[in-house]
Each structure stands twice: as structure tokens, then as C-alpha cells.
């Protein structure tokens, strides 16, 4: 069943431009649209959940969405946005690059079922290398002027700009090679619609064109907003960069706190673009949030739906939990089944020192844990007045002035989390 799909994205805040008979082409049949991919990393970032969210809804709209890898504009580099050329890959960094990306898209699209309208993955690289140079400029370079090329922004922008040396010949060409890959989708896999950010514009009228010059076709664009931050600040980074969709660069637990972190404007808009929640029960959250903001409940459930989707739900629960330990009443057990890698990100920026093993090994008395060894406290009396006061923890549980650290209060046999008070932590670690 073809559901309308324009609609959809409408209320969602997803839509920017949709070229003029778009909708009405996707409410008549099932139809393939593309979204294009950078395969310069091994991993998408969030800024790529846009284009991503777009083709799931597509294809829960009963059209059948096709992912390309642009193997092929990767070697060269789109000017859009951009001040700078990128670096150029070689084709087995590529070929790896896709097969990751493929993996994650796979959480969002079904490329496996029978179904009519189960997603694709193509990449440019296969068919654009067959291409000599005189054979591209012959057959797609003749149909498009300079003159229309010259009139894009992305290229204007470039060319203009003063804190730039101009653009390449190869970067000026983008638009070309990006719009043959909408000709040769719409002749070889009846691809009529191209979709991407508001910046792609130029570039898919391009092959819009071309298809209209060359085959004689129409094909349609639909674009989406660029997504920012109410506080101006750009969306997708954090303070170490790029959040990744790969648990090695950006871990489910940090994945998890950016999402949670958002500002009640910014959540309000997220919880739309980023699930897959109808409008009833995101109109339900933003109203009990309305209520009662501090408990931050568009946040919790934006953070716990992607979380799960770009994750899993084992990966959710245990960044929950995580989150719990700096605020919540954990336990020291709850400490010991962190990972190394989700204890280093809860604890980030947290002082600490390193200890020897034999001072574990033969039973280290928390004074000397608080203050020689260790440092967090300057003195012995200081350190025996906060343990007579009761406020030394040592992985979350209060102790005595009697205690002894041992290979027992090892979290990961390598760190032992000390705290006074509720908010100052103090982490040793193995040597």
C-alpha cells in the first residue's frame, strides 16, 4: 500500500523543496529514489540520520529506496558546503568503506526481503570507471553548458570566496558525474526521484536534466533541511568531533548523552526527524514535557529510540545504566559491569593517578590510597576528617578510616573509583 510519503515528511519538518509534480508521480506506483552517500570513512555520523530517515521513511511508505556509495565522487569531492578539496581514496579503502556503510544502513532499511520494494545498495565506481575522460565529455560533458554549471551555488560560492584558492576542474565536474548517476539509476533501475540535503540542489537538477537532454525522461528532486542546533552551534559534533554510528569511534554510552543532552527546542524538533514515532504520540511527549520540563522526558525517549535503532537494545541499557552511576544510587557492582571503554567516557575528564600493582597486591590503607598514592586529598588529617565525616565512597560505598583497598575493589583489574561528597571523583589506576 502507497502511503504519501510528501505528507509524511511535511509534518515531520523534513521537507524543504519537492520539485513540482513529485507528489503526485509517488501517490500513482511504486517508485525508486536515491540518496547518495560519502564513502570517505568506515562509519556514517549523525549528520548522515537525515538522508537516512528519509529513504526509511520511503520505504515504509511502500517505495523502494536505493543507497548509493559514490565510490566514484568520492575519488573526486563535492564542492557543496565545502572550502576545501578532500582527500582522494584508493579503490580498496572504498570498497571497505562501503561494505561498512552498507551494515549500518541495514538497521534502517530492509535489504533483505523479497518484497517489491526492498532497498538497494549501488556504487558510481562500477559503472563510472568503465568511462574514458573523451568518452564522458562526448556523451554527458556536450548536453550540460558551462554556463548552467557556472550558475549553481555551490560553484558560485566557490569561486567567489576569498579565503579559497578558486576550485579544481575536477571539483567543477562534481555536478556532472553525480548527475550521470541519476541518468544511469533512472535507465537502469527506473530511478525517477533523487533526494538529499537543501545543498544538493544544484546537483540534482543536474541530473534532472540530463535524464530530460539524454533520455528524454522526467525525473523529480525532493530536498530536506540542513539541520542546526537552537544555540547556533553546528549539529552532529560534539566536543571530541564527528558522533560517529560506529561503537568504536563514538561508544553507545556517548551516542546516548548527546542525544539526552539536547535542549528542549532542539528535542522537540529531533524527536520528528530522528524516530519513528507517529505524530500521536510525539504530540503526547511534547505536551507532558510541556508539563513538567524538568524531567526531561522528549529527551529520555529520543535518546533511547536512536540509541536502539543505531545500536541495540543491550547497547541502551547499558548506556542507561552508565548514565545512572554519576546521579543514580549505584553500587559498586553496577561499577563493575561497565566495559573499560563506557567507565573511561562515564568518568571522562576525572583527575587521576596511577598506582602499582604490589601496593594493591599487598593491601593499600585509604589514607595512603587518598593521599600519597593516590593525591586527591593533601593531607593525612584532611583525609581523616572526611572519612570521620563519612564522605569518602570508594566505588560508590562509603568507608571507614579501617579500609583497605584490595584486588577486590578492582573495576576492570585496573581502576578503583574514590569520591567525596556527591561530586568529587578521583580514579586510580593500574600501572
Not at 144 to 151: A, E, G, K, P, R
Not at 175 to 197: A, P, S, W
Not at 262 to 276: H, L
Request: proline share 2%.
Amino acid at each position: 500500500m502507497i502511503k504519501n510519503f510528501v505528507e509524511e515528511l511535511s509534518w515531520r519538518g523534513m521537507i524543504h523543496d519537492v520539485m513540482p509534480g513529485a507528489e503526485e508521480h509517488l501517490l500513482e506506483d511504486m517508485r525508486s529514489a536515491y540518496i547518495g552517500f560519502d564513502p570517505t570513512a568506515d562509519s556514517l555520523h549523525i549528520g548522515n540520520l537525515v538522508p537516512i530517515m528519509l529513504l526509511a521513511h520511503y520505504q515504509r511508505c511502500g517505495h523502494k529506496p536505493v543507497a548509493l556509495v559514490g565510490g566514484a565522487t568520492g575519488m573526486i569531492g563535492d564542492p557543496s558546503g565545502k572550502s576545501n578539496e578532500r582527500n582522494l581514496l584508493d579503490e580498496n579503502t572504498l570498497r571497505h568503506n562501503e561494505n561498512a556503510i552498507k551494515y549500518q544502513l541495514a538497521h534502517f532499511l530492509d535489504f533483505e526481503s523479497k518484497a517489491p520494494n526492498a532497498a538497494i545498495l549501488v556504487n558510481n565506481y562500477d559503472w563510472m570507471k568503465k568511462f574514458s575522460f573523451l568518452d564522458f565529455i562526448r556523451d554527458v560533458g556536450k548536453h550540460i553548458t558551462v554556463n548552467y554549471m557556472m550558475s549553481k551555488d555551490s560553484v558560485k560560492n566557490r569561486i567567489s570566496s576569498e579565503s579559497t584558492e578558486g576550485m579544481s576542474f575536477t571539483e567543477f565536474t562534481y555536478q556532472l558525474v553525480q548527475g550521470y548517476d541519476f541518468l544511469h539509476l533512472f535507465r537502469e533501475k527506473n530511478c525517477t526521484i533523487q533526494m538529499g540535503g537543501s545543498d544538493q540542489w544544484g546537483n540534482i537538477t543536474t541530473g534532472t536534466e540530463l535524464i530530460r537532454r539524454i533520455a528524454g525522461g522526467k525525473g523529480y528532486a525532493i530536498t530536506c533541511p540542513l539541520i542546526t542546533k537552537s544555540d547556533g552551534s553546528k549539529f552532529g559534533k560534539s566536543e571530541g568531533g564527528n558522533v560517529w554510528l560506529d561503537a568504536k569511534r563514538t561508544s553507545p554510552y556517548k551516542f546516548y548523552q548527546y542525544w539526552l543532552n539536547s535542549s528542549d527546542e532542539d528535542a522537540e524538533k529531533y524527536i520528528k526527524i530522528f524516530t519513528f514515532l507517529n505524530k500521536e504520540e510525539i504530540d503526547v511527549l511534547v505536551n507532558e514535557h510541556k508539563e513538567t520540563p524538568h524531567l526531561r522526558v522528549l529527551q529520555k525517549r529520543l535518546a533511547e529510540e536512536i540509541t536502539s535503532m543505531v545500536h541495540s537494545t543491550e547497547d541502551l541499557e547499558n548506556a542507561i545504566k552508565a548514565s545512572s552511576i554519576l546521579f543514580g544510587k549505584s553500587t559498586s557492582d553496577d561499577l563493575k559491569q561497565l566495559d573499560e571503554q563506557t567507565f573511561l567516557d562515564v568518568f571522562d575528564g576525572v583527575p587521576s593517578s596511577e598506582i602499582n600493582s604490589i601496593d594493591i597486591d599487598n593491601g593499600l590503607d585509604i589514607v595512603s590510597a587518598l593521599v600519597e598514592k593516590g593525591r586527591f586529598l593533601k593531607s593525612n588529617g584532611e583525609a581523616r576528617r572526611a572519612l570521620k565525616e563519612n564522605s569518602i565512597s570508594v566505588n560508590k560505598e562509603k568507608v571507614n578510616d579501617n579500609y583497605t583497598l584490595s584486588k577486590d575493589d578492582l573495576i576492570n583489574n585496573k581502576f578503583v573509583l574514590l569520591q567525596r561528597g556527591k561530586k568529587n571523583y578521583f580514579i586510580l589506576t593500574l600501572k
